[in-house]
C-alpha cells in the first residue's frame, strides 16, 4: 500500500503513485484485428495478454463462424450506444438465471452482515460490510448473459440465514429492478437501472442504482457506489468479464467510509482480480487497510494514519469465496444452483417468480432449441401488453415496491427511486400462519404469469 498521499478518497478521485500506475495497466492488453477483412481496428483483449496474435484470439470463443460474423453485422451499427433492451440476443450465450435473480446472489455471503451487525468497532464493521459487497463480484465475472425480467416478473428466496428477499421488474423502459432483503440483523434495498455502451467487440456496464444497507443493531445507514463492469470479447475471442475502477462505501450515520480500488486486468494478466482501499474515518484518516481480489478473498489489518500497518498487527481475512461444483458450465456456485432450485422457494411461490420462466427452464435443461423459442413468445407476450396497455390508457404499478418522488443522484446519471412498500411481508406472514398447502408440494406445476392482462394474446 501507499502513502496516505496515493490513496483514492472518494468515488472518481484520480489518485497518483501506484493507484494511477495501475490505472495504465488496464490498455496494456488491448489489441486490434488488422488482419481480418472487414474487421479492422476490432479490439480484441486477450487476459493472459499478448501470447496470441489478435486475429488467433478472435477465432476463438463460444460462437461459430457464420453466427458470430452475422451478429457483427447486425450489431456494428449500434456502436457507442446503450443496448441494455435495443437487440433480441440468442440463448447461446445465455445463462439459466434472469437479472433479478441475480440481484439475490449477494445475499451468499449475508452471514458477513450478521458479524457486522454485532461488531463494537465502527471501522470493522464497515470492513465487514465493504467485503461483503466484494464478495458478488466472483457472481459477476461469469461470461454469460442473463435473462433481461419481464415487466412484472418477480423472485422470491428464503430459507437462508434466516432471511427473506423479494425482488421485482418494476418498469421495461427503462429496464429497472427494485429489491429488498430483511432479517434480523439488516434490511437492504436496492433501486437499480442497468446502463451500456457497446464499444464493439466489448461492452461497459454501468450500475446505475441507488443501495440502502441498514445495521439493526447500531441503526447505522449504508449507501454504495459500485465501480463499472465491462464484458470483453463479446463476439470475437473468448469472453471475459473485468470490474474496474473504485467502489465506495458511506457510513450516512457517521461519515466513515470504504474507498476501494478494483484494479484493471493488465498485461499477462497482472493486477486481475485485484482490490485495495482503505477504511476512513470521517475525517479521512485511514484507520484499516483492506486487500484481496474480488474472485477469491478479502482481508483487512489496522493501519496507522500513513496508512502503514500497525506494528504487530496481523492480516485478518473476513471472507473466502465457497467451494465451487468441479466442472460446472455455467461456473456457478452451490448457493447459485440452490437460488434456481425450489428449495429456496416460499411457500405459496407467486407465480411471477423467474424459476418458473418456461425459456429459463429450458436452458437449465440443455433445450436451447425451447429456451430460444419461449423467450421469443414471452418478449412477443410482453409487446402486446405494452400495446394494450397504451390502448387502454393504462399505466403498470408494480406489486411490492412504490416510485417515490425521490431523484438519487449516481457517477452515470440521475435515478428515480423505489422503495419496499411492505405488503409483501403481510403477505408472507399470512401464507405462513395458513395451515392449507395450497399446492405448494408441486411449485414446478406452477405456470409463469407476471401478467397484468388476462385477456391479452401474443
Not at 145 to 166: A, D, S, W
Not at 211 to 235: C, E, F, H, Q, Y
Amino acid at each position: 500500500m501507499g502513502s496516505k498521499e496515493e490513496k483514492p478518497t472518494g468515488a472518481g478521485a484520480g489518485g497518483g503513485g501506484f493507484f494511477s500506475i495501475v490505472r495504465s495497466w488496464g490498455t496494456a492488453v488491448h489489441k486490434s484485428v488488422n488482419g481480418m477483412l472487414g474487421y479492422e481496428g476490432l479490439e480484441v483483449i486477450n487476459p493472459e495478454g499478448g501470447t496470441d496474435d489478435a486475429e488467433e484470439e478472435a477465432l476463438r470463443g463460444r460462437w461459430r463462424q457464420e453466427d458470430r460474423d452475422g451478429y457483427w453485422k447486425m450489431m456494428n451499427k449500434y456502436i457507442g450506444a446503450d443496448v441494455t433492451s435495443l437487440v433480441t440476443l440468442p440463448v447461446i450465450i445465455f445463462e439459466p438465471m434472469t437479472m433479478i435473480q441475480k440481484m439475490a446472489e449477494l445475499m451468499e455471503y449475508s452471514e458477513l452482515l450478521t458479524k457486522a451487525d454485532e461488531c463494537e468497532d465502527p471501522y470493522m464493521r464497515l470492513a465487514y460490510t465493504a467485503s461483503w459487497f466484494v464478495s458478488v463480484y466472483y457472481a459477476y465475472q461469469r461470461p454469460w448473459k442473463p435473462f433481461n425480467p419481464i415487466l412484472g416478473e418477480t423472485y422470491e428466496m428464503v430459507n437462508h440465514c434466516g432471511m427473506t428477499f423479494i425482488s421485482e421488474q418494476v418498469s421495461h423502459h427503462p429496464p429497472m429492478s427494485a429489491g429488498h432483503a430483511e432479517n434480523e440483523h439488516f434490511t437492504y434495498d436496492i433501486t437499480s437501472k442497468l446502463k451500456t455502451k457497446f464499444l464493439g467487440n466489448s461492452v461497459e456496464v454501468y450500475p446505475v442504482g441507488r443501495t440502502r444497507l441498514v445495521l439493526k443493531k447500531s441503526g447505522v445507514v449504508m449507501d454504495l457506489v459500485p465501480p463499472l463492469t465491462k464484458v470483453n470479447n463479446l463476439i470475437f475471442g473468448r469472453t471475459w468479464v473485468d470490474s474496474l475502477g473504485e467502489m465506495v462505501l458511506t457510513n450516512l450515520t457517521t461519515g466513515d467510509k470504504v474507498v476501494l480500488f478494483f484494479q484493471p486486468c493488465g498485461w499477462f494478466g497482472a493486477g486481475r482480480y485485484e482490490v485495495d482501499g482503505y477504511v476512513y474515518s470521517s475525517e479521512e484518516e485511514p484507520k484499516i487497510m483492506m486487500t484481496g481480489k474480488w474472485n477469491q478473498s478479502m482481508s483487512c489489518q489496522p493501519c496507522d494514519g500513513e496508512g502503514e500497518p500497525l506494528p504487530n498487527s496481523q492480516l485478518q481475512e473476513l471472507w473466502r469465496v465457497a467451494k465451487r461444483p468441479e466442472g460446472d458450465k455455467y461456473q456457478y456456485t452451490h448457493f447459485a444452483h440452490k437460488m434456481n432450485s425450489f428449495e429456496t422457494a416460499p411457500k405459496g411461490l407467486l407465480p411471477s417468480d423467474s424459476r418458473l420462466r418456461p425459456d429459463r427452464f429450458a436452458l437449465e435443461k440443455g433445450d436451447l432449441s425451447k429456451s430460444g423459442s419461449e423467450k421469443s413468445r414471452l418478449e412477443e407476450r410482453q409487446r402486446a401488453e405494452k400495446r394494450a396497455r397504451e390502448g387502454r390508457n393504462d399505466k403498470f404499478t408494480p406489486r411490492w415496491f412504490n416510485l417515490t418522488e425521490e431523484l438519487s443522484a449516481t457517477p452515470w446519471g440521475d435515478l428515480e427511486v423505489y422503495e419496499y412498500n411492505g405488503k409483501y411481508s403481510a403477505r408472507r406472514a399470512q401464507i405462513e400462519s395458513s395451515t392449507s398447502t395450497d399446492g405448494s408440494d408441486d411449485l414446478a406445476s406452477i405456470e409463469f404469469n407476471p401478467w397484468q392482462y388476462n385477456d391479452v394474446q401474443a
